[in-house]
Structures are given as C-alpha cells and as structure tokens.
C-alpha cells in the first residue's frame, strides 16, 4: 500500500503542478511590490494582505492586475497614498499600465528606462519633485503619459524633455501641464506622428512652435499660461496643423497678425489666443471657420471692427476701432489698416495707429490737413510686404513717402486715380514692375528699385526722376537715392500772385500743398531734408522736401512784407517735417509752464519728451502774435533749417501748423543757451565754464557760422547771432540756434527789401546805419559773443557805466594794453597759467578782429575756425601777429558810433560798398527800436549803387 500511496500523492502533485505553477506569482515582481510597499508611508491603504505571497493571486492583491505571473497594472488613483517610488521599482518589466494620479508620492521619479510594455502611465497630480533624464528610454509601446502637476522643478528648477522620448512613436496623448517644463518646445514633438494630444500649459516654457509641428496631426494643443514671459513669434505655422479641434495659446507672448490661413483649420471648435500681443485685423477666415464654437482674443493689440458672431467670443482689452460688434471703421482707418496688413504690422506702426481717427492721436507718419489724410510718410522704416491698394481708397492723399523700405510687389495701379495725389516717392524698395502711368502732375521716385531699374519706366521722365542716380558711388545706403540730385535746382520760392491766388482759393486753415507742376518737379528733390515725423528717423537723407503754400485766412487782405507785395498767399518750403499738435501737446504735457525753456520774441519755447523717451524743444507761437510777421519768421526759419544741417547749427525735426497753432521743433540742447552758462550760473548753482570749454564753444560757432555763411553756392545771413542763441548740449558743445531771421543772400545782382533784424549790443554798425547786410555782420556779432566769452560780461548792459556799457566798444579799445586785457577776463578764469593766457590773448585779438569797425576789415568765419583750431587741440601758445585792428572811434558808444557812421556813409564813404567775394543784400532798415532812423532816401540811393 505504501507504495501505491506514494504514487497518488505523486500523481496528485503531478497533476496540479500546472496549476501550481501558473498562479504563482513571479518572485522577483513580488518582492519589488513589498518593496514598494515598505516605501509607502500608509501602506495599509492598500489592503495588501502579508499573508498571501501571490499578488497575481487567485485572490489577487487589490490594486494589482497581472498577465500570467508578471505584473502589468498597479491602479492606486485618488487613493491618497502617500511616499516614495523605490529606485528598483521599474524592475516589473511587464508594467503596461501604471495609475497613480492624484496621490502624494513624492521624491525621485525611478526611470521608467526600458519599460517596453509600458502604454499608459498616469503620474499626474503628485509630489515628484525630480525626472531623471533617462525617464523616457525605450518606452516604445506609449500611448498615453501624463505627469500633469508635479513639482518637477523643484530641486533642479526645471526640466526639458529628453529626445529618448522620440522612441515613443505610437504616443497618442502627452499632458504635462504643470510640471515644471523649461526651455524651448523640442521639435521631435512634432515629429510624433500618432500624437493627438499635447498639453504643456502653466511650464516655464518659452521661444517660437517649433516648425516642426506644420504638418502634424495634433488635435489639441494646450501651450497656454507659460508662467514666466512665455511663447513667442509668429502662429503661422498652427495653420499647418490641419486636424487641430482645440487650441489654447492665452497667456504668452505671441506676435504678429493672426494669419488669414487659418481658415484651414477647419475643424478647429475652440481657439483661445487672449493675453498674447497680436496684432492686425481679426480675418475674416477665423471668424467665419464651420466648426468653431469658442473664440476668446480679448487683451491682445488687435485692431480694426470687431466682428458680429453668434458663439462664444470675448474680445476686450484690444485696439478695435469701435466698441461694438459689428459696427465698421472709417473709411480711412479701414484704408490704413489694409495698408499696415500688407505691411504685415510692424510693430512701429501698430503700436501708435489705435482709435478710428487718423487725425486724433499720434498716428506715427501720417499726417491730416483738415481732418483728412493728406500724406503718409514712412520711409526707412525697414517696412516689409507690399503697398496696399486700399491706399487708394484715401482720396485726399497728396504725399506718399515710402522710400528706403523693403517694399516688394507692384505699386498699385489704383493710385494713378489719386485725384489729389502730387508725389510718390518709393524709392529704395524692391518693387517690381510694371509701374503705373500716373498723370502728369505727380512726380514719382522710383530709383533704387532693382527690378524696375532694369526696365525703364513708362511715365517718367529721367529729368525728374533720380534713376540715373542709382549707379551714383556715393549711395551705398539704402534710402539715399534721390539725395543731393538736383544741386544745381534752383530751389525757389513759389511766388502766387494775388490774381492767381484765387484761382487757387482753397482757404485752407491749415495748409495745403502746391506743385508748380511739370517744370518745377526737380525742385522737390532739395538735398540734404529729412523727413521727421518721428524724430528718431531724423538721419533719413532719403526723403525729399515739398513746397507748402500757405493761405493766410486770418490776414487775407495784409500785404507779405517780403518776396512780394501783392499777394495774400504764404509760401513756404520745407521738408515734409509735419508733426501732428497732438503729439507736441502730448509730448509737453499740454504746453506745461513746468516745461518751459525760455521766452522769446515770437513765442515760449516748451520742454517736450516724445513718447519713445526723445527730448525735444518746441517752440510755440502766441496765438496773439501769429501776425504776417510772426509767420513771416516761422516760415522762414522753417524754410531755413530745411536748408542747414549741420552739427554745430541746431537741426529742426519738425514742424506744425494745424488752425491758429504754429510750432517748430527743434533737438533738445539740454545745457540750454551760453548766456545762462556765462552770465548766469550762479544763480542756476552751476560751474562756470572753463577755458578749455569756452574755446571748444568758440570754435563750434565759428563752424557752425562758416557753414551757414558758405552753404553750397547760396550764402545765409543769420542776422542774430548772440549767445542767447548759442545752446549747448550735454557735452558742452555749441550749437548756434534761432534762424527765425536768417537771410538768404542773393547773389548781389538784385536786392530783397526786407527789414532791419538782429539785437542790440551785436549788431554790426554798418548794418545799424544802412540796412545792409553781408556775412560780415554775422562776423561781428560773432566778435561780440568771443568778448562774451572771454569776460563774462554781457554785449549790452545798460546798468554798468558808460565806458563799459556796450561790451564791443570798450573791449575793443582796452583789448591791445595786455595789462588791462588781463583785468577784465572773466573772474572765473585762471589767467595766472601762461599759456592759457596766450590762448586768452589770441581770442582777444581774434574778437577785436571780427568786431572791427568796417566790414571787409573783419575776416571771414573761416580764419576764426583756423585761428581756433590749434588752440583747441594743443593750446598752442598763440604767436604775436602785428596789430590789425584799424577801428575808427570804438569807445564812443555804440549809438554815437552808428551815428558818427551814418553821417559818414551818407556824406559818400564808400568803402562798404566794396564786397568783392562777400555776398551781401540790402536791408530797409525799419524804424523799430531804437535803432536810429535812415536820411529819408538813403536806402534806395544805396539800392541803387548795389545794383549797378
Ligand atoms: C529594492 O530597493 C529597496 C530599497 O530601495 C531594497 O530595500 C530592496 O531590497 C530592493 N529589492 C530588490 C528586489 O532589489
Ligand atoms: C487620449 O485622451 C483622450 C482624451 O482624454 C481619450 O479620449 C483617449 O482615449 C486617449 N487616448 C489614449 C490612447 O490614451
Ligand atoms: C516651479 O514651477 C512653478 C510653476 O510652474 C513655479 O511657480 C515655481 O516657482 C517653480 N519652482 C522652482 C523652484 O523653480
Ligand atoms: C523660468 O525659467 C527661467 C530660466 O529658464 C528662470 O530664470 C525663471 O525663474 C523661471 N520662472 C519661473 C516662474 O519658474
Ligand atoms: C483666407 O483668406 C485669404 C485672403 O484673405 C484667402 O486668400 C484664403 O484663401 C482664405 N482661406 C484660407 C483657407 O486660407
């Protein structure tokens, strides 16, 4: 029996040796679980009795789903388990599907290296506060990870995801919202061709979407809320992305316009592009897309109408041109915004064209007369796209600036229609042919355009177009084209006579531009304008000046007091340097008197900070003295400055004349006039200029002057030259202002009446007593501000004793006692050091020079700047040149000396008439001031002897 019993049991455990051996559970699986488990700080949570040593059961431990005798899911979700993953946990290799969300395991995520079986691992909302970087290796058979909410950034303050998981090509769903993500989108991601789902909202994440992703099948993309600056660029490439349902791109920084090609997406049910910085038009294509149920764009800087729709849509906080769906923008502003859309938006621009009035706010580089559009004014902006035909929907456009830009397409054919329409300048661009014909009176600028250089253009005569100028050496710079082309042009004045002006009545409050037509194209080509809207750009040396013929509406019947007497029209020529009221009123806080710089004859000059932080002066007219005179000086110091530019003369960047306002703006000279420095400083607690400084200054004027006086073949006059209009900058360097008086002297063949201008204490005596003004007169003034400087004393002072009341008399006659010399330099100089001294001596023997009593005894502004520049470099002791100072009676004071002159010049002196190489003009002198009064008939006897 023994036997036979032996052999049943050996039977019996034969035959459930199978049975046996299936259910239990592989050792190593098992002791990676108890492992696990003693990692857990509240493992009884999980119910896993100690007693059965056979997780894969039957029964099976709760939680825990095999495969055989492998383990293959451990489901713990919502569980509240709290501890650590140990490190060999990933040893169950046939792990496919892990659910441990909303837990609190904390600590080292263990890599999940090599668990090829693995499809779906949810880590999502625990306490994981590290992913070693080989986490993702070979997880070939993923479909679905998420590790949504955990503080993955913890210890290494960010992570990025590794390439490894590229392995994973069958991934149909990645979320890793809120993980700590940094750094760039990897482009593999795009590359993921099963991907349904990425969800990567609330990381650090930032740059462009990859390009990678055109193409993809993604459905949702969730990139939204990155915490710090977040995502940026253009979105084109999601329009690429054909299968996209759902979209979240909020809180990023996006840029550019919404592309119309979105409307490819057409499966597209929610897209949320709020809190980003796009701009533009909202198209129409993404309004009207088949599926779309959710659109939310509110906060961005998008413009235009805003569109009427019947599913969610939220949109504030934009720069739409009204306030309600649906409703339409002007017709300008819709013209505008089309232009700014083929311009792709640049961000120049967008940023200033908000509202749905071009005229109201600071429209950067358009400019309005009479609530219309008039010019657009944008060259060398580096603009990029092509000219829209909505420009020709502005019908009241005279001016087109568009040069020096990277324009590309055709010039639309519609602006041929431009009825108003007077210039285009496109210069400097890639525009393509074929140019359209404009009408005759509108003169285009094509030059520098390769492709249309190469075919000539139909309409245009090469006379009046800078096309020839293109293969001139000197333009290396783009924008420069039509520069300096037309130096021999005679650019004069548009004179309208009286009759004519009706003919021409358009009595515009403002302005109006003129063209004098076909013959006087070439004239719009004045060198050396700028055109200055915005003054940043006030280097542009691509643009061209207009003439502005302006209509005196408030003084109709009052004759000009200069260039012609029988008409009521002003006639000014300027760059197109028109800058909006509202943005000077803007810029100096509404005219503040915190902002006032100074006051002077013609108006207060304000203090102003464009909005990009640039500084500028502006100068206003009193309404109440916006007289034929005031605009008579405002035109021509506008006329003037268009003319000068150079560093020692300040420049204006722009100008206004918007109904009864006439400004003028100037650079900003932040150390303000010489006076203040020289006469005033203590009372500003300022340090009284050096020696060295004085010079530097001394020599800048002379510079500045010696331009003026030699400006290509035309000669100016400043007539006002004093150290009121002397500003510094911050460097101290010199910049001579005011032209509000400059003359052009014509070439002594026939003479202007105009009238006597300047101030007393630097007036030039012959100028005083005849009205006659050359170069030399500035050189006197000139003499008398180096005085200014080397004594500190005032050109006039009417408080100090007769002998040293005008500073031009007395220092001319103690100049040559060296002794006497040396008492009156200012007391803030250090005259005991020698050679400074011989440098002092040599300024005040230039001073006396320059002051000297008949003009052509005073030197030209060139030997002032050649007397100075040594001094300025080395302080050079000066060498003692002979005495050539020849001034007749200086220490009479100046009104005996203009008196003594006056009698002699009319009794038949001569010798002023002698100009030979000094360009001059004749001055009626007006009896204003104090200024003695002429012989009745004296100035036209003088006329006449000029003009022989
Ligand atoms: C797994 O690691 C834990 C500690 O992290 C250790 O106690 C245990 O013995 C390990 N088990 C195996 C099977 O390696
Ligand atoms: C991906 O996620 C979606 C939405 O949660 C779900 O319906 C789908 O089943 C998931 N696919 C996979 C493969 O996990
Ligand atoms: C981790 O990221 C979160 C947001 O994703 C952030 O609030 C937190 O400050 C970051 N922590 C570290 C240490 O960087
Ligand atoms: C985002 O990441 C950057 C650098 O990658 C880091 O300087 C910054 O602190 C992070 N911001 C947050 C909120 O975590
Ligand atoms: C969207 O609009 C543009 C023009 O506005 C058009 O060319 C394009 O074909 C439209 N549709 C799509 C799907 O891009």
Redesign the pocket.
Known sequence: MQPLRLLLCFCLVLSLLPILAKSITDPGDYAILLAFQSSLDNPEILKWPSANKDPCGPPKWPHVFCEGNRVSQIQLQNLGVSGTLPANFTQLSMLSNLGFQNNKFRGTLPSFRGLTNLKYAFLNGNQFDTIPSDFFGGLTSLLDMSLDENPL?ETT??WTLPADLADSSALVNLTLVNCGL??PIPDFLGELSNLDMLQLSYN?L?GMIPSSFAGSNIKVLWLNNQ??SGLTGPIDVITQMPFLTDVWLHGNSFTGPIPDSIGALTALTRIWLNNNQFVGLIPSNLTSLPSLQDLKLDNNLLMGPIPSVKYNFTFSGNSFCASDQGVPCRDDVTALLGFLHGLNYPAQLDSSWSGNDPCVGDWRGIICSSGKVVAINLPNLRLNGTISPSLGNLVGLIDIKLGGNNLTGQIPANLTNLKSLKFVNVSSNNLAPPVPSFPNGVTLLLANNPLIDKTASPNTDPSTTPGTQSSSPSNGKAGNGNQRTSKKTNVSVIIIPMVAAGLIAISLVGFLFYYKGKRRKASALMPETSVVVHPRDSSDPGSNSLKFVVANGSNANTPLSESSGNSNVHVIEAGNFIISVQVLRNATKNFSEKNVLGRGGFGTVYKGELHDGTMIAVKRMEASVVTNKALDEFQAEIAMLTKVRHRNLVSILGFSMEGPERLLVYEYMPQGALSKHLFHWKQFELNPLSWKRRLNIALDVARGMEYLHNLGQQCFIHRDLKSANILLGDDFRAKVSDFGLVKLAPDGKYSVATRLAGTFGYLAPEYAVTGKITTKADVFSYGVVLMELLTGMTALDESRVEETRYLASWFTQIRTDKQKLKESIDLSLDTSDEETFASICTVAELAGHCAAREPYQRPDMSHAVTVLVPLVEKWKPAKDESEEYMGIDLHLPLLQMVKGWQDADVSGTTASTDMSGTCSIVSLADSKGSIPSRPAGFAESFTSADGR
């Open positions: 950034n303050g960010g940094v750094g650090n930032t915490v710090a």
